[in-house]
């Protein structure tokens, strides 16, 4: 079959597949050339069609569809980019890939090593191939998968069977029921109760963001003179709602005027997520697209100043942001809002349902890993041990139990992960396990153990050590010179099976880690402040030895690096920099912490030395008189800081205003607006009664 055959008939069946380009860089790419013609996209360097761009901008590109994609994968295999490009292949089109000889693609030194590597000149030959062995396993025979190659020609070319495959729409324009249902629903959330969020979730392809354009401009069509429809739409960025925009623009009749479009008696504006926050725009209803790649705290934020909303986002994602939005937001909204309702798109729309190129990747880059719930756990019949990359290998099952865990347990898993776990040397995996199954991992980094020279560079601003999280940090940003000859272990995951969370089993993992270890060497973790991960890390007997200055531009929030004392050398040690790190935090409060979470202010603060000395005069006062607060702030901010061990006894309340007001000097209106105080008198009498309760609580001696 000739492949002008195949590409035929594969136009007339709406599936997609994988071309493998295979040879030496210079052959590869004048195929490609010839096969990626003028409509096709190239991701890579150099450029070698009209529509080119590097490859690290591919996400930026998903909502477009294209009939050729072609990825260089010799000048560097990003999982996450490849994956990603695969969802930029329209119906009937082809992915090209682009790659060395099969049999020579392991010992090929693929530029993407150096994201993997440890140190500040790595080699390419310290990373090992397992992740490309993997693939030279399950890439021949596979379906969907087609091959030119410089010696041996085209290879696999099938004839896919023509296919009516595009559904029928109906009079909303819906292909598929469950679209239908999640305009129906979008409706509901706008005209009916409040607070009752809808979530929409699917896979790429399965027409969520044409269903939030259909009803938009349904709902902008219908608006009356009398009940005008302002709706608000926001994204992480303004091209990831293109299909949203021009299903709206067509489904409304409206015009589009900037970022707006405006209908008789409505408009719909997009807004930035920053712009959104800062400038709190009145609006019917908000509609959030691709909701699982903006920060938590901006989701929740929003949720406090909309009361209609609308949540779309990718399910697996290839960004590796969808599993979160179930773990850290989902979870939160179903909790506040009981009435949240959750609709997931599952009809492909975008290519047939037959498409082999979907599950393919789907296979490779393990999107769709899970973990089977252990059984009821009997602590008695724990078993820990390290567990051998090797392993995972020579059983596939195996290594989809270990990534799927590792993608329950975090917000974003991606495909750089799985390379990340399978290639690096200076990644090791412990496992927690009842009767041989898998209970939780550790996922661990070896940093450290600089050379002297490197180390004082470092320590000096003058250099990075790429790869060395811990020491880098300690010494170059907490000021601690002595950091950089240590070894550390530190915890890039911690996972346990959400079907047995709370019942001991982090907290055995950790201690029989704790126990493996070499002697020496220091156990460390470094994450976004979330008031329970805080809570569990310094239950473990973890230090807080490390703040950061501004928000994480993944998760929104402030990132902390903790470490575990192994003896007595190290408890002495990590003692000194909590404390130089703890002095620090009044100051922090007022300047970069100004908006920390007032639950992880809190148990911070708990961790400052308690003051033995009697109440002031002047705060006794302040309890039980009607002086006002701000002449006595001063005084009340020193007080404060040494009740540590009463910070815990006050009602989450009372204990958020005090913080707003006295550690990080929030204006009364600020703090009305949060929805804490309900004027300025309030506040007066809430301050009076929380300190009348610290004054009053006795703590255990």
Request: proline share 7%; hydrophobic share 45%.
């Given at each position: 079959?000739?492949?002008?055959a195949?590409?035929?008939?594969?136009?007339?069946?709406?599936?997609?597949?994988?071309l493998?380009?295979?040879?030496?860089?210079?052959?590869?790419?004048?195929?490609?050339?010839?096969?990626c013609?003028?409509?096709?996209?190239?991701?890579?360097?150099?450029?070698?069609?009209?529509?080119?761009?590097?490859?690290?901008r591919?996400?930026?590109?998903l909502?477009?569809?294209?009939?050729?994609?072609?990825?260089?994968?010799?000048?560097?295999?990003?999982p996450d980019?490849?994956?990603?490009?695969g969802g930029?292949?329209?119906?009937g089109?082809?992915?090209?890939?682009?790659?060395?000889?099969?049999?020579?693609?392991?010992?090929?030194?693929?530029?993407?090593?150096?994201?993997?590597?440890?140190?500040?000149?790595?080699?390419?030959?310290?990373?090992a191939?397992?992740?490309?062995?993997?693939?030279?396993?399950?890439?021949?025979?596979?379906?969907?998968?087609w091959?030119?190659?410089?010696?041996?020609?085209?290879?696999g070319?099938?004839?896919?069977?023509?296919?009516?495959?595009?559904?029928?729409?109906?009079?909303?324009?819906c292909?598929?029921?469950?679209?239908?249902?999640?305009?129906?629903?979008?409706?509901?959330?706008?005209q009916?109760?409040?607070?009752?969020?809808?979530?929409?979730?699917a896979?790429?392809g399965?027409?969520?963001?044409t269903?939030?354009?259909?009803?938009?401009?349904?709902?902008?069509?219908?608006?009356?003179?009398?009940?005008?429809?302002?709706?608000?739409?926001?994204?992480?960025?303004?091209?990831?709602?293109?299909?949203?925009w021009?299903?709206?623009?067509v489904?409304?009749?409206?015009e589009?005027?900037?970022?707006?479009i405006?209908?008789?008696?409505?408009v719909l504006?997009?807004?930035?997520?920053?712009?959104?926050?800062?400038?709190?725009?009145?609006?019917?209803?908000?509609?959030?697209?691709?909701?699982?790649?903006?920060?938590?705290?901006?989701?929740?934020?929003?949720?406090?100043?909309y009361?209609?909303?609308?949540?779309a986002?990718?399910?697996?994602?290839?960004?590796?942001?969808?599993?979160?939005?179930?773990?850290?937001?989902?979870?939160?909204?179903?909790?506040?809002?009981?009435?949240?309702?959750?609709?997931?798109?599952?009809?492909?729309?975008?290519?047939?349902?037959?498409?082999?190129?979907?599950?393919?990747?789907?296979?490779?880059?393990?999107?769709?890993?899970?973990?089977?719930?252990p059984?009821?756990?009997?602590?008695?019949?724990w078993?820990?041990?390290?567990?051998?990359?090797a392993?995972?290998?020579?059983?596939?099952m195996?290594?989809?139990?270990?990534?799927?865990?590792?993608?329950?347990?975090?917000?974003?898993?991606?495909g750089?992960?799985?390379?990340?776990?399978?290639?690096?040397?200076?990644?090791?995996l412990?496992?927690?396990?009842?009767?041989g199954?898998?209970?939780?991992?550790?996922?661990?980094?070896?940093?450290?153990?600089l050379?002297?020279?490197?180390?004082?560079?470092?320590?000096?601003g003058?250099?990075?050590a790429?790869?060395?999280?811990?020491?880098?940090?300690?010494?170059?940003h907490?000021?601690?010179?002595?950091?950089?000859?240590?070894?550390?272990?530190?915890?890039?995951?911690?996972?346990?099976?959400?079907a047995?969370q709370g019942?001991?089993?982090?907290?055995?993992?950790?201690?029989?880690?704790?126990?493996?270890?070499?002697?020496?060497?220091?156990?460390?973790?470094?994450?976004?402040?979330?008031?329970?991960?805080?809570?569990?890390?310094?239950?473990?007997?973890?230090?807080?030895?490390?703040?950061?200055?501004?928000?994480?531009?993944?998760?929104?929030e402030?990132?902390?690096?903790?470490?575990?004392?192994?003896?007595?050398?190290?408890?002495?040690?990590?003692?000194?920099?909590?404390?130089a790190?703890?002095?620090?935090?009044?100051?922090?409060?007022?300047?970069?912490?100004?908006?920390?979470?007032?639950?992880v202010?809190v148990?911070?603060?708990?961790?400052?030395?308690?003051?033995?000395?009697?109440?002031?005069?002047?705060?006794?006062?302040?309890?039980?008189?009607?002086?006002p607060?701000?002449?006595?702030?001063?005084?009340?901010?020193r007080?404060?800081?040494?009740?540590?061990?009463?910070?815990?006894?006050?009602?989450?309340?009372?204990?958020?205003?005090?913080?707003?007001?006295?550690?990080?000097?929030?204006?009364?209106?600020?703090?009305?607006?949060?929805?804490?105080?309900?004027?300025?008198?309030?506040?007066?009498?809430?301050?009076?009664?929380?300190?009348?309760?610290?004054?009053?609580?006795?703590?255990?001696?």
């Amino acid at each position: 079959m000739s492949f002008a055959a195949a590409q035929h008939a594969l136009t007339l069946s709406g599936e997609r597949r994988l071309l493998l380009i295979t040879g030496d860089a210079d052959w590869c790419r004048q195929q490609a050339r010839q096969l990626c013609d003028a409509d096709g996209l190239w991701l890579g360097e150099p450029a070698i069609t009209p529509h080119a761009v590097p490859v690290t901008r591919a996400r930026q590109l998903l909502g477009q569809s294209w009939p050729r994609v072609c990825y260089d994968g010799r000048a560097g295999l990003h999982p996450d980019m490849l994956a990603a490009a695969g969802g930029l292949v329209q119906a009937g089109g082809i992915l090209l890939l682009l790659l060395p000889t099969l049999a020579d693609w392991p010992t090929f030194a693929d530029p993407d090593y150096r994201r993997y590597l440890p140190g500040m000149d790595p080699e390419a030959e310290q990373c090992a191939p397992h992740f490309i062995s993997r693939w030279q396993r399950l890439l021949p025979g596979a379906a969907g998968v087609w091959q030119l190659d410089q010696c041996c020609g085209w290879q696999g070319l099938d004839h896919p069977s023509p296919q009516d495959w595009w559904p029928a729409a109906d009079a909303w324009g819906c292909r598929s029921p469950s679209q239908h249902d999640a305009i129906a629903a979008i409706w509901r959330c706008a005209q009916g109760h409040r607070h009752r969020p809808v979530v929409i979730t699917a896979d790429r392809g399965r027409g969520k963001s044409t269903a939030l354009g259909i009803a938009a401009g349904a709902l902008l069509r219908q608006a009356t003179s009398g009940q005008r429809q302002r709706i608000l739409l926001t994204a992480p960025a303004r091209h990831s709602v293109q299909t949203v925009w021009q299903q709206a623009l067509v489904s409304s009749g409206g015009e589009q005027r900037g970022d707006a479009i405006h209908c008789a008696h409505g408009v719909l504006q997009f807004y930035s997520p920053e712009r959104l926050l800062a400038e709190q725009p009145p609006g019917e209803l908000l509609l959030i697209d691709e909701a699982a790649a903006l920060p938590v705290p901006q989701l929740l934020a929003l949720c406090q100043h909309y009361s209609r909303i609308v949540f779309a986002t990718t399910r697996h994602g290839y960004e590796g942001s969808g599993q979160g939005f179930a773990l850290r937001v989902l979870q939160r909204l179903q909790t506040q809002y009981p009435a949240t309702r959750t609709i997931e798109l599952t009809t492909p729309l975008r290519w047939a349902a037959s498409d082999p190129l979907e599950p393919l990747l789907s296979r490779l880059f393990l999107l769709d890993a899970s973990c089977p719930p252990p059984p009821a756990l009997q602590p008695g019949r724990w078993s820990t041990r390290w567990q051998p990359v090797a392993e995972l290998l020579a059983d596939e099952m195996a290594l989809r139990e270990v990534y799927g865990l590792l993608r329950l347990a975090h917000y974003q898993t991606s495909g750089s992960d799985l390379r990340l776990l399978l290639d690096s040397p200076s990644i090791s995996l412990f496992r927690l396990e009842q009767d041989g199954q898998l209970i939780g991992l550790c996922l661990l980094n070896a940093e450290g153990g600089l050379r002297q020279e490197l180390a004082s560079a470092v320590w000096a601003g003058r250099r990075r050590a790429r790869g060395h999280l811990l020491p880098q940090t300690l010494m170059a940003h907490a000021g601690h010179r002595e950091a950089g000859g240590d070894r550390y272990q530190r915890i890039l995951r911690i996972a346990v099976h959400p079907a047995v969370q709370g019942q001991g089993a982090g907290r055995a993992l950790l201690a029989a880690l704790h126990d493996a270890l070499p002697a020496q060497t220091w156990l460390g973790v470094a994450f976004a402040l979330d008031t329970r991960l805080l809570r569990f890390w310094l239950q473990a007997g973890f230090a807080l030895v490390r703040l950061g200055q501004g928000a994480d531009s993944a998760s929104g929030e402030v990132s902390a690096i903790l470490l575990l004392a192994r003896d007595a050398d190290q408890r002495q040690q990590v003692a000194s920099w909590q404390q130089a790190c703890l002095a620090e935090l009044p100051l922090l409060l007022l300047t970069s912490l100004h908006t920390l979470s007032a639950e992880v202010a809190v148990q911070l603060l708990s961790r400052l030395p308690p003051s033995r000395s009697p109440t002031p005069a002047r705060i006794l006062a302040l309890a039980d008189s009607q002086h006002p607060l701000e002449p006595a702030l001063p005084a009340l901010h020193r007080w404060l800081l040494g009740q540590a061990d009463r910070w815990l006894s006050l009602p989450a309340a009372s204990s958020a205003l005090l913080i707003r007001r006295v550690m990080q000097n929030w204006s009364w209106e600020a703090i009305s607006q949060a929805g804490l105080i309900q004027g300025y008198k309030d506040g007066q009498r809430q301050i009076r009664q929380a300190i009348g309760q610290l004054i009053a609580y006795q703590p255990v001696e």
